[in-house]
């Protein structure tokens, strides 16, 4: 813990040097309410800022399947921290303390040139999926769908992004690599980079398109590779190819490997990995919609024996608040909060979502094995959320997944029913 500790001291003495700056006669502005606590200078140019999201999770799946475990859980534990330095520097700082370790999700620095250039360096999420980009506590469900398993998740790089004339943005990054729906080690375990793109338009308001993209090379290792030791194989191996997840969060694909990633019967990334996916949202008084369509194609190798695959997901997201609010990509807020003893109820929302997620046919049996992986997932769910303040939502979500492959013998995986509840604590 002691590193993080020196990274959140080093962030509060930053937060506090602006004000010591701040002339006398000048009164330094106390800010708090549900969308954070803060310090600013007078002008507004020097800001330090607190927010946080706590997710308890309940987790239960129909049926004794020894690989859905009912279980509750902190989903995620994130206090923020953001430094706004004058109107060109910003910075921000978001550890994670969900899970049996601490980690930092997002810490980076950004230059705030003009609204149509700001450079950002450290560690962040890639500029690609619609969902994976959208806040956590944000989304219409709990866990984000299938298209994310494709997607570039959070990496070290530099990234340039900005808005566009007539509405939109634009980012272009520059970064380490991660494997797909997973975020980036520490640092670059195979010496080659990623090229991450976006643009996004939006011609009118709460309607937007676009598409993303990346392009980059990959190299796993296993101790068969000169000079490759079993602690650095491993390492190649996490951060190259991926696990893909059910709804459930459960894995239902990975390649194969040997009794470790670092034994030389492993399949490992070896060539071009490319991604591309084409998204769009529309919210319209209390409608949303969103759907996300995803690809990605990376070259792998067994043992020599080279092969190019490409996987594909896809979902659709439709919502409806009950109560009448403005449906959003930011999220609900009611207008009547609720409170004992008051009329206010808060805000409903129900949404419906169906997704899938198909796998090259070339991956079997060579380089996934067809009784534990599976070949194809289609899921579909419903959700229902109280938003009973804007800092409070509770939900529940039931989405039941169907796979072809991935039982001995050429069966079927028994159907995934999963029935998620949660308390979300936001400020």
């Known amino acids: 813990m002691s590193r993080y500790a020196a990274v959140l001291l080093m962030f509060a003495v930053t937060a506090l040097a602006p004000a010591t700056a701040v002339r006398a006669d ?107 980009l959208q806040a956590a506590g944000a989304l219409a469900f709990m866990e984000r769908g299938l298209p994310t398993e494709l997607g570039a998740g959070r990496d070290f790089g530099v990234q340039l992004h900005g808005g566009l004339p007539g509405g939109g943005s634009y980012a272009v990054a520059w970064l380490n690599g991660s494997p797909d729906g997973r975020d980036a080690v520490a640092s670059d375990t195979d010496d080659r980079k990623e090229l991450a793109a976006r643009l996004f338009f939006e011609p009118i ?136 003893g008051s009329a206010g109820w808060g805000a409903f929302e129900i949404a419906l979502r169906h997704g899938a997620i198909e796998i090259d046919d070339a991956a079997f049996p060579v380089y996934a094995n067809p009784d534990t992986a599976v070949s194809t997932a289609r899921a579909s769910g419903a959700g229902l959320s109280w938003y009973a303040t804007a800092n409070v939502r509770l939900a529940l979500n039931y989405e039941r997944t169907a796979f072809e492959g991935g039982a001995p013998g050429g069966g079927d995986r028994d159907d995934e029913s999963a029935v998620f509840s949660r308390v979300q604590l936001s400020f």
């Open 26 to 132: 000048e009164t330094v502005v106390v800010t708090a309410g549900d969308q954070g606590f803060g310090l600013k200078s007078a002008d507004g140019s020097f800001e330090f800022r607190v927010k946080g999201l706590l997710q308890a999770d309940a987790r239960f799946f129909a049926g004794d399947e020894q690989a859905f475990k009912d279980t509750f859980l902190l989903r995620r534990v994130e206090p923020s921290f953001e430094v706004t330095l004058g109107k060109l520097a910003f910075l921000k700082l978001l550890p994670q303390f969900a899970g049996d370790t601490t980690t930092i999700s997002d810490v980076y620095g950004e230059l705030r040139f003009d609204p149509a250039a700001t450079l950002r360096i450290g560690k962040f999420k890639a500029p690609f999926g619609l969902e994976n």
């Open 205 to 340: 308001r709460n309607f937007g398109f676009g598409i993303a993209g990346t392009t980059g090379r990959k190299a796993g290792a296993t101790t068969s590779t000169a000079g490759v030791t079993a602690s650095t194989a491993t390492a190649a191996f996490n951060n190259t190819l991926p696990r893909y997840r059910s709804p459930g969060q459960n894995t239902i694909f990975s390649y194969r490997s040997a009794s470790t990633p670092a034994d030389a019967d492993t399949v490992v990334a070896a060539g071009d990995h490319t991604r591309w996916s084409p998204q769009l949202y529309f919210y319209r008084g209390p409608f949303g919609l969103l759907g996300e369509y995803a690809v990605s194609r990376q070259q792998v190798s067994l043992a020599g024996a080279p092969a190019e695959l490409e996987h594909s997901a896809y979902q659709a997201v439709v919502s409806w608040v009950l109560t009448g609010e403005s449906a959003g990509y930011r999220g609900v807020r009611p207008a009547v909060p609720y409170a004992s």
